[in-house]
C-alpha cells in the first residue's frame, strides 16, 4: 500500500509543472510588451505621415512640422522605435531645431535619445540577447572588464565616443550592466553632443545630415572635451589608487 502511494506521489511530481521563475516571468512579458509597442507604435507614425522623408532631415522636418500639435509625439515615437533598428539618429537630432526652437529641441532629442537607448537595450536583454550577444564587435568587447569595473563611467565614456550606434545598445544590453547605470550613464553621456547640435542647428549638418565644414571646430571641440574628460578620469583613478 505505502509502496503504492509512494508511486503516486512521484507520478505527480513528474507531471507538476515546473514554476517559472517570477524574474522569469517579468521579463517575458516585457518582452511581449515591447514587441506589441514597436509594432504598435510604426503602425501609427507610418499612419499619421511620421514617417516620411526619413532618409533627409529636412523633409522629416517639414514631415512632423505638417503634424502641428501632434508632432511633439510623433518626433519622439518615430525616434524610439526607428532609430534602435536602423534609422540614424541624426536625421531626428538634425530636424529637430528646424522644427522647433532651440531649448525644445534639445529637450525633444534628449527624450527621443533615451527611448530609443531603452528600448535598444531592452530588446538586446529581453528579446534576442543570444543571438545579438554572437554579433558585438570586437572594437566592444574590449571594454567588458572596464564594465565590470566601474560600470557607471565606462557607460559614461562610451556615450561620449561613440554617441549612440544600434551595435552600442545592444552591447551594453548584452553585458552585465544594470538598467539604472545604463540609463543615467548614458543620460549625462548624451548631454554635450545633444545641446550643440541642438544649439547650432542647421549649421553643423546640411540637408542630407552629412558635417558641413563649419561643424568641424565644433567636433573638434566636443572630441578635445572628451578626450580631456577620459584623461582626467584615468588620472583621478590612479591618484586614488596610490592614496588608498
Same mark, same amino acid.
Given at each position: 500500500?505505502?509502496?503504492?502511494?509512494?508511486? +503516486?506521489?512521484?507520478?505527480? +511530481?513528474?507531471?507538476?509543472?515546473?514554476?517559472?521563475?517570477? !524574474?522569469?516571468?517579468?521579463?517575458?512579458?516585457?518582452?511581449?510588451?515591447?514587441?506589441?509597442?514597436?509594432?504598435?507604435?510604426?503602425?501609427?507614425?507610418?499612419?499619421?505621415? !511620421?514617417?516620411?522623408?526619413?532618409?533627409?532631415?529636412?523633409?522629416?522636418?517639414? &514631415?512632423?512640422?505638417?503634424?502641428?500639435?501632434?508632432?511633439?509625439?510623433?518626433?519622439?515615437?518615430?525616434?524610439?522605435?526607428?532609430?534602435?533598428?536602423?534609422?540614424?539618429?541624426?536625421?531626428?537630432?538634425?530636424?529637430?531645431?528646424?522644427?522647433?526652437?532651440?531649448?525644445?529641441?534639445?529637450?525633444?532629442? +534628449?527624450?527621443?535619445?533615451?527611448? &530609443?537607448?531603452?528600448?535598444?537595450?531592452?530588446?538586446?536583454?529581453?528579446?534576442?540577447?543570444?543571438?545579438?550577444? &554572437?554579433?558585438?564587435?570586437?572594437?566592444?568587447?574590449?571594454?567588458? !572588464?572596464?564594465?565590470?569595473?566601474?560600470?557607471?563611467? =565606462?557607460?559614461?565614456?562610451?556615450?561620449?565616443?561613440?554617441? +549612440?550606434?544600434?551595435?552600442?545598445?545592444?552591447?551594453?544590453?548584452?553585458?552585465?550592466?544594470?538598467?539604472?547605470?545604463?540609463?543615467?550613464?548614458?543620460?549625462?553621456?548624451?548631454?554635450?553632443?545633444?545641446?550643440?547640435?541642438?544649439?547650432?542647428?542647421?549649421?553643423?549638418?546640411?540637408?542630407?545630415?552629412?558635417? =558641413? &565644414?563649419?561643424?568641424?571646430?565644433? =567636433?573638434?571641440?566636443?572630441?578635445?572635451?572628451?578626450?580631456?574628460?577620459?584623461?582626467?578620469?584615468?588620472?583621478?583613478?590612479?591618484?586614488?589608487?596610490? =592614496?588608498?
Amino acid at each position: 500500500m505505502r509502496n503504492g502511494i509512494s508511486r +503516486m506521489r512521484k507520478n505527480q +511530481m513528474l507531471v507538476e509543472p515546473i514554476p517559472v521563475p517570477r !524574474a522569469v516571468r517579468i521579463a517575458r512579458l516585457l518582452a511581449l510588451a515591447l514587441g506589441i509597442s514597436i509594432a504598435l507604435g510604426l503602425g501609427l507614425a507610418y499612419r499619421f505621415g !511620421a514617417l516620411h522623408g526619413l532618409s533627409n532631415p529636412h523633409a522629416f522636418a517639414e &514631415a512632423v512640422r505638417g503634424l502641428g500639435a501632434w508632432g511633439y509625439l510623433w518626433f519622439i515615437l518615430a525616434y524610439a522605435l526607428l532609430q534602435p533598428f536602423g534609422v540614424p539618429g541624426t536625421v531626428f537630432i538634425v530636424a529637430a531645431p528646424l522644427i522647433w526652437p532651440w531649448p525644445v529641441a534639445f529637450a525633444l532629442s +534628449m527624450v527621443g535619445t533615451m527611448c &530609443a537607448s531603452v528600448i535598444g537595450f531592452s530588446f538586446a536583454r529581453f528579446v534576442a540577447r543570444d543571438w545579438l550577444s &554572437a554579433r558585438v564587435p570586437e572594437r566592444l568587447r574590449k571594454y567588458e !572588464a572596464a564594465l565590470e569595473r566601474q560600470a557607471f563611467r =565606462t557607460v559614461l565614456v562610451l556615450r561620449l565616443i561613440f554617441w +549612440m550606434p544600434q551595435v552600442l545598445h545592444f552591447f551594453l544590453g548584452v553585458s552585465r550592466v544594470r538598467f539604472s547605470t545604463h540609463f543615467w550613464g548614458s543620460l549625462l553621456g548624451y548631454v554635450p553632443p545633444l545641446f550643440l547640435v541642438s544649439y547650432l542647428g542647421s549649421e553643423l549638418f546640411d540637408a542630407s545630415g552629412k558635417l =558641413t &565644414a563649419r561643424a568641424w571646430p565644433v =567636433t573638434g571641440a566636443l572630441l578635445a572635451f572628451s578626450v580631456s574628460l577620459i584623461f582626467g578620469l584615468r588620472a583621478y583613478d590612479k591618484r586614488q589608487r596610490a =592614496t588608498s
